[in-house]
């Protein structure tokens, strides 16, 4: 067997690990129905580097969970009254990231 060989089965042997790993991540996640996952299977087995890395790429659940309840109160520390008149006062006449803060 020559380096040629080789290299061709290494090829082979590192794309289908990375299809394997791939549809793994894809089996046990919760965020895709029964046919978006056929598809994903499809799109990694049939583009066997590239198809893989676009599905692991768009197929990782996000690592923290928000409560989904937005603040009582803005954290923004301004004027709850925002508008273009009250920005353009606070930009040039108070000093707020205007030239007044040096």
Known sequence: MNIEHILVYLIIALAALANIGVTLVIIRSELFERRQKAYQYCVIWLLPFV??????????EPETKGSGIYPAESMLGDDPIVGIGNAANDYFEQGHHGLNDV
């Open 51 to 60: 198809g893989a890395a676009i599905v692991y790429a768009f197929s990782r």
